[in-house]
């Protein structure tokens, strides 16, 4: 995680006014005026997708560890609330836990963390870096022994362990951040594959070693973000490696924005999420002109609007909290529409920042147990979706900000999810919501109907601890025929959900 976003933002600010580029220091620059336009969206519940992709079920536990007392009640309430994970990331460097000049390692110190959330997924993603290796400019191969033993213990130790990531951030650690401290860069972008090659020979290693049935895959580099002069150098490395044995299982970089080749500028994706649409259609064009396969899956491991401690209110209960909610689901709704990407929440709770958190962690009284923040639920409401994605067209996107809705079903209903993304802005929206083609099972009886809501004033903790859990501000029984409407007003960065499901099940 990017911890020093803002040194090259104007002299003299102060840490606590420290931001990113693009956002404000103050409510001061929010627009204030009151619009309320109109907007439709038109579900086709006949015009099937696909499955759904649960960007729910990919997350990130902060190695902080901001909690430990409630870590395991945290995990048990997670999977109690359908918030169980298809993946988990964690991660560590290699240096605090292992030592290459003795070849050993020791695990004690993750044990319990690393035992509980194995608890809450069904397969760990661990980033490992050698990081006084690649500071001290030693040859990538003195990492190989100690990532063979390192990798080896973890997966004995924990079985969950499936997919090494190699390095974390290595453009900005090795190389960004030693600009901004007026150091010469320990890596340039074509350095980076050649510490990616012990990790790919190490998990060769591990799978024959072990003899997995599910052999452990591996890829990287975990970059800040898609920078095409960074990624191209390493697939550059990658595609002239001769070595018949390499491996590149999914690519991986980070998604809160992209910093200029020379670390001085950095433009973030949270005023525009639909810049983010068109990543995989660039990263394949990057594949085949490298005549590599573009079916390569593309692991966003860290992804957010409030890269390290920025903001755009200095006091985020006022309105960031409900716009890192809106964001991310901005954020991954383009993401989850491109070929196999899988965006990663982070995170559940974090050690400093409390925009970030999924469980409120940051009060006076301190970290609260089993209390979701409004980020929180607008993931419990994604875990509410169905199965089958079907087509939702909205009229009121534009540059990424405006009404969004996924829509979807299966045996127990449909569900739709409807949020209005405005960042700083103030626009309201009317919005109809048309739903066409409803199955045969819901004309045929009485519909369970059922509203919940996020805003400023509901499901959100900092402005009513009382509200704090996801609500259902509407439930009835009704009948539906084919094709029908529905109204919503959509506040700035409100979300909605809406699930119509059958009395029993629809195939009975």
């Known amino acids: ?40 969206v038109t579900v086709d519940l006949g015009e099937e997708q ?59 110190s993750i044990e319990a963390w690393l035992d509980d959330i194995s608890r809450t997924t069904e397969a760990l993603v661990v ?8 500071h001290e400019r030693k040859p990538a191969s003195d990492a190989l022994p100690v990532l063979k033993l390192a990798i080896t213990e973890l997966k004995k130790r924990f079985p969950k362990v499936v997919y090494i990531e190699a390095t974390n951030e290595p453009d900005w650690e090795y190389h960004g951040s030693q600009i901004y401290r007026r150091k010469s860069p320990v890596l340039e972008p074509a ?6 090659v012990p990790f790919y020979q190490a998990v060769a290693f591990v799978n024959e070693e072990l003899g997995l049935t599910r052999p452990i895959q591996v890829g990287g580099p975990a970059l ?27 690519i991986s970089y980070h998604g809160y924005g992209q910093f200029s080749d020379s670390f001085k500028e950095y433009t973030p994706n949270k005023p525009d999420p639909s810049v983010l649409s068109s ?10 002109e490298r005549s590599l396969p573009e079916d390569i899956p593309v692991f966003v491991t860290e992804t957010g609007i409030y890269p390290g401690p920025s903001y755009d209110e200095p006091d985020p209960s006022k309105n960031d909290y409900l716009r890192q909610a809106a964001g991310m689901a901005s954020q991954h709704y383009w993401w989850a529409q491109q070929a196999a990407m899988y965006p990663f929440n982070w995170v559940v709770r974090h050690e400093t920042q409390g925009r970030k958190d999924q469980l409120i962690t940051h009060t006076a009284e301190g970290p609260l147990r089993r209390t979701l923040s409004p980020y929180g639920n607008m993931l419990l409401m994604q875990s509410k979706m169905k199965t089958t994605k079907v087509k939702a067209v909205s009229d009121s996107l534009k540059d990424g900000r405006g009404i969004y809705g996924i829509a979807s079903k299966d045996n127990t209903g449909i569900a739709v999810m409807l949020w209005n993304y405005q960042h700083v802005k103030q626009v309201e929206f009317d919005t109809q919501l048309k739903l066409l083609n409803m199955p045969q099972g819901l004309q045929q009886g009485k519909v369970r109907k059922r509203i919940y809501r996020i805003d400023a004033e509901t499901s959100n903790y ?13 439930e009835s029984e009704e009948r539906f025929d084919a094709n029908f409407d529905l109204s919503f007003m959509l506040s700035p960065n409100s979300l909605y959900l809406l699930l119509l499901e059958p009395l029993q099940s629809l195939d009975e």
């Open 462 to 474: 900092w402005a009513n601890p009382a509200m704090a859990d996801l609500t259902m501000v509407a």
């Open 50 to 108: 696909g499955p759904l992709l649960r960007t729910e079920q990919f997350n990130t536990w902060d190695n902080g560890d901001p909690a430990p007392d409630l870590r395991a009640d945290d995990v048990d309430f997670l999977n109690e609330i359908g918030l169980s994970s298809t993946m988990v990331r964690v991660g560590f460097s290699l240096d605090t836990l292992c030592s290459v000049e003795t070849l050993s390692c020791d695990f004690q």
């Open 279 to 288: 990543q995989r259609e660039t990263l394949n064009q990057w594949l085949s």
């Open 1 to 40: 995680m990017i911890v020093v976003f803002c040194l090259f933002l104007q002299s003299g600010q102060t840490g606590a006014q420290k931001v990113e580029p693009g956002s404000s220091l103050s409510a001061q620059i929010v627009e204030l005026t009151a619009d309320i336009q109109k907007a439709h």
């Open 224 to 250: 800040t973000g898609m920078n095409e002069t960074w990624l191209t150098a390493f697939l550059d490395g990658y595609t002239a490696d001769s070595n018949p044995a390499k491996r590149l299982d999914f």
């Open 191 to 196: 350095d980076v594959y050649s510490y990616y």
């Open 127 to 134: 980033h490992l870096t050698p990081k006084a290796i690649i």
